[in-house]
């Protein structure tokens, strides 16, 4: 059984960073790529960045590109998501997920994922 955790959401002022991690269990974590997605209260689960399971190409939306920056480090099983320059409009429970198949890049469909974390808090006051 394959389980996401995601760590390191918070309270944090307009133009501060957050680091997020989402550690995963067993030893396929290199086989498949990951993604990250958020949701705010009333809204539609959003993508947010995706990466390649060797980490070799990454994917981002157009509202967190040049904020954002996803990674992964497969020797930990973990992944990341380093956020800078927090906005308001970032506030969400942040959620990782892992591609369903081994041929999967890091599209930005949630379908294409079939293992989700929990979430975490991400609020951002102005």
């Known amino acids: 059984q394959v389980q996401l955790v995601e760590s390191g959401g918070g309270l944090v002022q307009a133009g501060g960073s957050l680091r997020l991690s989402c550690a995963g269990s067993?030893?396929?974590?290199?086989?498949?790529?990951m993604a990250w997605f958020r949701q705010a209260p009333g809204k539609e689960h959003q993508f947010v960045a995706s990466?390649?399971?060797?980490?070799?190409?990454?994917s981002y939306a157009d509202s967190v590109r040049d904020r954002f920056t996803i990674s992964r480090d497969n020797a930990k099983n973990t992944l990341y998501l380093q956020m800078n320059n927090l906005k308001p409009e970032d506030t969400a429970v942040y959620s990782c997920?892992?591609?369903?198949?081994?041929?999967?890049?890091?599209?930005?469909?949630?379908?294409?994922?079939?293992?989700w974390g929990q979430g975490t808090q991400v609020t951002v006051s102005s």
């Open positions: 997920a892992r591609a369903a198949t081994t041929w999967a890049t890091g599209d930005a469909g949630s379908g294409s994922y079939n293992y």
């Open positions: 067993g030893r396929s974590f290199s086989a498949y790529a």
């Open positions: 990466i390649t399971r060797g980490g070799g190409a990454t």
